[in-house]
């Protein structure tokens, strides 16, 4: 039996792969990083063997706060000058 976690115990998570972004829920990276590649797949089937190939270290995988923000954004410059 497969159990999913509740929608409450998943975290947001950004998954960038080349020029390519994602938005999905999750309990941890590794789990984002599943099911980003399951979701990347489903936007681009030409590519699927591509994305189920490529190393996982050529993801990005960035929490996202509640707030909408990701964790290790940081303001442009210019503002505050």
Do not use: Y
Request: hydrophobic share 40%; proline share 6%.
């Amino acid at each position: 039996m497969v159990h999913h976690p509740k929608k409450n115990q998943l975290q947001r998570f950004h998954v960038t792969l080349g020029h390519s972004r994602v938005t999905v829920f999750a309990s941890n990276e590794a789990s984002a990083l599943q099911v980003a590649r399951q979701q990347l797949c489903q936007e681009m089937p030409r590519m699927w063997d591509v994305i189920a190939a490529t190393d996982a270290s050529r993801f990005q995988i960035t929490p996202v706060t509640p707030h909408g923000n990701s964790l290790n954004a940081t303001l442009p410059n210019s503002l505050g000058s």
